[in-house]
């Protein structure tokens, strides 16, 4: 039985509250872990109908969230055995086991074993990133594309209101270039605010969305770049392992419409071309440096948002005298930026020499003199 105390967070100094919200939400994953043990035996006893039933008329679930927990509960007990043993012990949290269970072993993905070994270092939606194989491939898999081609729908609905929803669900190639094209004129609105005008990210996301679509504004869509990255073999003068920079496989029929007017890149520079290393010479990022950093990073190293809504970030500070070296940038978007530069959030090594952003310690701890307690009888709660 779990036994969680009640503690006045109010009277915690920040550095006892972070760690209370590590315990509660460990002990949170236990629970969530015995759940879907008790809900995988139940299913298993009559049926996973009867599961859903179950948690719809004594927990008060939504149909379709009773529906997906008996899901993953049943996928877990049945294929991913260790994924339920970590869950149920708190060494991974809920979201971390969805995504196991979708992607383990799976073409382009590793093992369930390798996965988890990634979850110490990656939140729920990193995993997924971590889980990608990252070796060379020469017989790739593009199932998946394809079958996400032909799910592809789109729609646009009228609110009781009058106003409208858009709703698209597509492929990764595709919605990669909508979303750098969405990106662009965004930017293209945003470089034309006044100081005075109010205007939130996602208004500003609305209004470059209807300029694409319409095309009737003053403000003129220009091409987004769309990096890929393959390996050259010199030996053969070919491309090998196409992809994207956050890891899916391109293929061969949208590579070959791709590198009609494709600008091709070499993975290193020096002196005679665009240099990597700019010192203090500039404080921008050089084109070469953002792909080097496309490349690198994925997208953002804090909450992997798309590469074309990042920024290049100077992880020593260009106010402290950090360079402009590619060893001395990291990508971060607007909001995982602001984590640095407004609330001391710190650029680190994490997994696999990846950077990360991780909280700062508390910078007025209490000496110890506010506690509290988190205990429970088996399984072991304390690190």
């Known amino acids: 039985m779990l036994c969680i105390s009640q503690v006045d967070s109010g009277g915690l100094s920040l550095e006892d509250l972070d760690d209370r919200i590590a315990e509660l939400g460990r002990a949170r994953s236990i629970i969530e872990g015995e759940l879907a043990l008790a809900l995988a035996e139940r299913a298993g006893r009559s049926s996973a109908r009867a599961a859903s039933a179950v948690l719809r008329e004594r927990v008060l679930e939504a149909a379709g969230k009773a529906g997906s927990d008996v899901k993953l509960a049943v996928s877990l007990a049945e294929s991913f055995p260790a994924t ?93 270039r909508v979303s750098m094209a969405l ?79 494709a600008d091709v890149y070499t993975a290193f520079a020096d002196a005679e071309g665009q240099p990597l290393w700019l010192g203090r010479s500039q404080r921008s990022a050089s084109l070469a440096q953002r792909i080097m950093l496309a490349a690198r990073d994925g997208g953002c190293i804090g909450c992997a948002s798309p590469t074309e809504r990042c920024e290049a970030h100077h992880i020593q500070h260009w106010q402290d005298d950090g360079p402009t070296d590619i060893d001395n940038l990291a990508h971060l978007c607007p909001g995982c930026h602001h984590l640095v530069h407004d609330c001391n959030w710190q650029v680190c090594r994490g997994l696999g ?25 088996s399984p072991v709660l304390r690190n």
């Open 84 to 176: 339920l043993a970590a869950l149920a012990s708190g060494e991974i949290n809920v979201g971390q086991a969805r995504v196991i269970e979708r992607v383990a072993d799976k073409p382009d993905y590793r093992s369930e074993e390798a996965i988890l070994a990634c979850t110490k270092e990656a939140p729920a939606d990193l995993l997924s990133r971590y889980a990608l194989r990252r070796e060379r491939v020469e017989e790739r898999d593009y199932s998946k594309y394809q079958q996400q081609r032909q799910d592809r729908r789109a729609s646009i609905t009228q609110e009781p209101d009058g106003s409208w929803k858009l709703f698209a669900h597509l492929d990764y190639m595709a919605g990669r």
């Open 183 to 261: 990106a662009k004129m965004a930017e293209t609105f945003r470089r034309e605010e006044t100081e005075n005008s109010k205007i939130t990210y996602l208004q500003r996301n609305a209004d470059a969305l209807v300029q694409l679509v319409t095309r009737d504004g003053p403000q003129r869509a220009t091409p987004a770049s769309l990096l890929m990255i393959a390996e050259y073999d010199a030996a053969t003068g070919e491309l090998s392992s196409p992809r994207l920079d956050d890891g899916q496989p391109v293929p061969p029929e949208v590579l070959e419409q791709l590198l009609e007017n």
């Open 353 to 377: 020499c990846r950077h990360r952003i991780k909280a700062p310690p508390d910078p007025f701890p209490n000496n110890g003199t506010t506690t509290y307690q988190l205990a429970q009888h």
